[in-house]
């Protein structure tokens, strides 16, 4: 059964600072990975999602790695800023099944 | 492209009455959807897999007639929770795959409150 955690589960910065999310997952044949935004009482948004060939995928002010040997992805968010504070949830697909594991999620609040 | 609504996104409802939750993939044809369940600070937990014009899919733990799925068409998913309790109070989120692709659009979810 895949599992996917994510650390740190909280943390605050100030604003301007780099954000660093971490997701591991322990079944390393994922056909893709994905990085979503929550705000509080919303449904998903995604940021970015990284194919299982791929090392990593940006946009914007966002980057996520994909080590899929190691089972770990990272996303940065680089120069925070108080819009950034949201949960970010980091999901994997495996092959040959369009399901989705979740992570808890990384919440996040960039103080101003 | 690619937009999912739900409906209604909260309802409130007494102990023992049943509730209908709508999920409609708005400009693309979803022959797969699915719904999640959050808790509170917790992730979302896949529920069930809904294929258009077949039974769904439950996962383990997931009471099949508690939570009846109907996927007549392809671009609507219906999750009615039947005879609700306050323990079923939680967040429930859809999402359809886009046709060809592996990539799922998540709905803006709904709100479940059983008093």
């Known amino acids: 059964k895949q599992e996917v955690t994510q650390i740190p589960a909280a943390l605050s910065v100030p604003e301007g600072e780099n954000l660093v999310l971490n997701c591991s997952f322990t079944?390393?044949?994922?056909?893709?990975l994905q990085w979503f935004r929550q705000d509080p009482g919303k449904g998903l948004t995604s940021l970015l999602l990284?194919?299982?060939?791929?090392r990593e995928q940006t946009s914007g002010r966002l980057n996520a790695s994909l080590d899929k040997s190691s089972g770990r992805s990272t996303l940065y968010i680089a120069a925070s800023q108080p819009g950034d504070s949201a949960t970010y949830l980091c999901a994997v697909s495996l092959y040959g099944n369009n399901r989705l594991a979740f992570g808890k999620g990384n919440q996040v609040v960039v103080i101003p | 492209g690619a937009v999912v609504s739900q409906h209604p996104s909260r309802v409130i409802c007494k102990s023992g009455t049943s509730v209908k939750i709508e999920c409609r993939s708005l400009?693309?044809?979803?022959?797969?959807m699915f719904w999640y369940r959050q808790f509170p600070k917790k992730s979302l937990m896949l529920m069930a897999t809904?294929?258009?014009?077949?039974?769904?899919?439950?996962e383990q733990g997931v009471e099949k007639d508690k939570f009846l799925i109907n996927h007549a068409s392809l671009t609507l998913s219906t999750l009615t929770v039947t005879s609700a309790h306050p323990e079923d109070s939680s967040f429930y989120i859809c999402s359809a795959l886009g046709s060809g692709t592996k990539t799922q659009y998540f709905g803006p979810g709904t709100r479940l409150l059983v008093l």
């Open positions: 400009d693309f044809q979803a022959t797969t």
């Open positions: 990284i194919q299982s060939s791929q």
């Open positions: 079944d390393s044949a994922i056909y893709n």
């Open positions: 809904s294929n258009e014009g077949s039974k769904a899919t439950y």
